[in-house]
């Protein structure tokens, strides 16, 4: 039997963890949710779930941000699939996101209605 | 795993110029994914399977020219696919013509390695700038859409809550105003009946009693007031009159209040001042709430009432006293609701913080303004400016 695809969730906003991991329930997604509360933790966890996690990164964190989290994980291993989410839409930040190769980039609205979203297209991708 | 490869499409009759150009391509990078066709249908085939990152198209092909397949490709929307012609002819009409029908750039036969090599890196790095912008307009686009469609969702959810409110408050307010008045209808009969019998501790005691209930009319009539003056807006009484007598009796009515506390009420009116329309009992309501302000306020001096033409066909009407003054960065908050700013060292009056509110709303009404200017710690004055509607 093929394992759950995992999702690891980079957030330093422990509500936007535990709310985005009740969304992803709510939406009937088969995934294992794992967490993270900042960006160097983040890099490390994405780091021992490679290759098949599907991280989802806040952009703003102190510390790390989701920007250079995005890159450090792209280093290590192109194949990741890195979702960054916001909670302002910016078109500089998307650019940002694009250049740090970001495979999308969402953003959080109460419902997290696009980040689930775009978990389920990387998915089935 | 192979990801984001970059896939050129080589259109070409000449076998010998395909492998050329092929090894060629292969050499720059190994992640390019090279396909090729001889010929315009075999070109149409290849881009209606997927569609490349660039085309290197000859101009002479066996069945359509290039030029055909170029303009073809371009009317079907493909405008951001850079197309990079290849022709023997070096002829420069040719050149004209293809810039005209959408090619980024031309390489000649004989080929110089090097040249195709800068040229087709120069058009994959415009592509993938291209495609990274479409990219990010494309996520903000849906992002912000996103946003908007949460933010309406909030703001209904906001009317609903304030609508919810203003029930609440008209109701809670209609309820109290019942009792208080069996109340006050109850006590005055006490009062009245027994003038002689009462003790004077008894009439001083009723006497607080009376007053409270007054003031405690007062503030439910404020938030009724507002609540009315919030759900219709229209429904002014308005006729002609004498702005400068109706200030005039308003001030009288105010002289023994101020008296009480030392303070002199002075007036100042402008001379010229026509009759004109305005809600006279909503009037001197602005005013008796900015006389009632004026002297909570102040501990000393005088409170000067002042009418002015202004602007033209507007008049102003100040009421400027010397009290304790406001904070300049409470100034924007005078005028909303249920705010009441609390100055140091001083007690806090009773009031609804609905006062200001219910003047602005009445002001507006009048289509005028009202605002206020103050110095903390030398005095404030509060204004109002009407429209002079001469005549309607």
Known sequence: ?125 | MARNRCKILIIEDDPGFRELLTGILNQMDENFEVRCGGSYREAREAIQKELPDLILLDIYLPDKDGFYFLEEFRKNGHEDIPVVLVSASGNEKDKLRGLELGAMDFINKPIAIEDIRARVAFQLRLKKITDDQKWACQKTNEGIKLLYKELEKKNKKLEQLDQLKDEFVSMVSHELRTPLTAIKSSLSVVYGDTEGRLSADQKRFLEISRKNIDRLARLINDVLDYEKLKSKPVGFKMAENDLNALIGETVRDFEPIAANKNLRLETEFEADLPKFALDRDKIMQVLTNFLNNAVKFSEKGKIRIKTARWDGDTVRVSVEDEGVGIEEENLPKLFQTFSQITNQGFRKPGGTGLGLAISKSIVEGHRGRIGAESVYGKGSTFYFILPLRVGK
């Open chain 1, 1 to 125: 039997m093929r394992n759950r695809p995992k999702v690891l969730i980079i957030d330093d906003s422990e509500a936007d963890r535990i709310l985005l991991h009740e969304a992803i329930k709510k939406a009937g997604l088969e995934v294992e949710v794992q967490t993270a509360r900042s960006g160097e933790e983040g890099v490390k966890k994405a780091n021992e779930l490679r290759p098949e996690a599907i991280i989802v990164l806040d952009t703003l964190m102190p510390g790390m941000n989701g920007f250079e989290a995005c890159k450090k994980i792209k280093e290590m291993d192109q194949d990741s699939k890195v979702i960054l989410c916001t909670g302002v839409v910016d078109a500089v930040d998307a650019a940002k996101a694009r250049a740090a190769g970001a495979d999308d980039y969402c953003v959080k609205t109460d419902d997290y209605e696009a980040v689930v979203g775009a978990i389920k297209s990387l998915i089935t991708s």
